[in-house]
């Protein structure tokens, strides 16, 4: 009796999590920042409501904007420093490729008007902007400290992030050893699909990267529903399966 109940249950859950994907495809997160938002927050993070880089809880507000709240930063040991203050207790969905340095930037769109009249005109920019694979539940003062800032290799390892393994610096931001793979195989994956370019200097440390921290289990199921709601895996991800 107890085998045919979780057999019922995961039937049940399965039918529930087909729909809600079917839903979030019809919406097209490819259209709007508030769907692409939802998408990531409702489906492709539904289950996994931790913060990318420190791992901190959050909750989503159940809104139409795709917010929520960390439950608690000293669960997770982030120690928040005094610029953008404000912002340390709301969760926010960042680019792991910044917008600023996709093509987007060049196209007449945004040359000749700004990035939210691309956003809400122009269907080539909207699906790289809000490419899924490329959106992270951020600490949201973590998310303004990083602003644009490249990835790289900080020497001196000097930290002020409280247990978030984090290191930043005016023009520079190196993620934890085990969210270095994860950004490489985003930045190689935004770098194959819409033509972000890469130094050459920066890829090498991406193929490191993407080599020394191998594909985590949740990679793989956050790839299999983005690819179910977008209709395409990450490469870097799956070939490593």
């Known amino acids: 009796m107890q085998v045919r ?14 729909l809600t994907l079917t839903a979030a495809a019809d919406a097209d997160p490819s259209t709007s920042w508030r769907s692409a938002k939802n998408a990531a927050d409702d489906i492709i993070h539904e289950g996994n409501a931790h ?5 901190c809880h959050y909750t989503s507000d159940e809104d139409s904007d ?9 669960i997770c040991g982030y120690v928040a420093p005094d610029k953008h203050k404000h912002r340390a207790g709301r969760v926010e969905w960042e680019h792991v490729v910044p917008a600023s340095l996709m093509p987007a930037r060049q196209f007449p769109c945004w040359t000749e008007h700004d990035r939210n009249y691309c956003e809400r005109n122009d269907a080539a920019a909207q699906v790289m902007i809000f490419d899924l694979h490329n959106l992270v539940p951020a600490i949201g003062q973590v998310n303004a400290l990083r602003g644009n800032d490249r990835y790289a290799e900080i020497e001196g390892e000097v930290r002020n992030f409280g247990d978030c393994p984090i290191e930043d610096t005016r023009d520079s931001f190196e993620p934890g050893d085990n969210q270095r793979g994860d950004v490489a195989r985003i930045w190689l994956y935004m770098s194959d699909r819409h033509g972000v370019e ?4 920066e890829r090498a440390m991406f193929l490191r990267w993407h080599e020394n921290d191998p ?3 949740w ?8 690819k179910a709601v ?3 895996g990450n490469p870097y991800v799956e070939k490593a399966e």
Not at 5 to 18: D, E, G, T, Y
Not at 66 to 74: A, P, R, V
Request: aromatic letters at 10%; glycine letters at 6%; a positive charge.
């Open 230 to 232: 977008q209709g395409n």
């Open 219 to 226: 990679e793989r199921e956050k790839n299999r529903r983005v």
């Open 66 to 74: 795709g917010s929520g709240k960390i439950t608690d930063t000293d």
């Open 215 to 217: 594909v985590s289990d």
């Open 5 to 18: 109940s979780n057999l019922l249950r995961k039937f049940i859950l399965a039918v529930f999590f087909s």
């Open 198 to 201: 890469i130094p050459e200097a």
């Open 51 to 55: 913060t990318f880089y420190c791992r």
